[in-house]
């Protein structure tokens, strides 16, 4: 007796059926990437935020007090981190910072002063004027686009040892000094968040300086 075989059988053995199921799984996997490539609407909204709040920043701030927006690869912020730099004399530093003037001044060491750092005059009119503009677009106005301000203070190499002023103190200085003027402008002290962080990042951006980093985000889950 002739026996037949299951046409489902040849079938599963054929060459050309596990060919297609390879393209198959080839074809998901790249339809996942793209996916994943392609932003969501909630980063889409953050984007659109930054490019509004830079051009708010660029047209209302005079450009010799205006902030360096730092690259997000620099630090590997995540969308919806923006990082504004103010730097003590950059552009005869580093490249890419295009301020001349000092923005903080190192006060000397007393038995009643607290204040290891303090804003210069120019240092004050920048921060306002960057002030002026975020309160425009914060938690308590009408045309909201940011809810949190994370202010970083920086140091460079302390080279006068006789003050001993540890980096960690005077970044934090800076830190301060800067939050003070924020809140005195109207900022709400509640948005604001203080940090010194010494030498940590001098591999990264060198010298004294102040990184405002404007989040946002109202979950935190950036």
Known sequence: MRRYRSGNSELSNHPFRSMFDLMVALLFFLLLVIIMMVPNNRHLDFIRAEEF???????????AYRPNLLS??????PIGRQRWVYKNDSATREAGFHQTVQFFAEMPLSGTNEERVILTPDGKKAITALANVLKQYGPESRNQKWYRIDIEGHTGEIRDKTNHVEPWEKST???IAVARLFSSEGLPPYVLKVSGRGQQDERVVKGDRVEIIVEYSNTGDL
């Not at 709040?53 to 450009?63: A, L």
């Open 53 to 63: 709040m830079q051009e708010q920043v660029n047209r209302i701030t005079p450009e």
């Open 72 to 77: 997000t690869l620099v630090k590997k912020d």
């Open 173 to 175: 200085s800076i830190a």
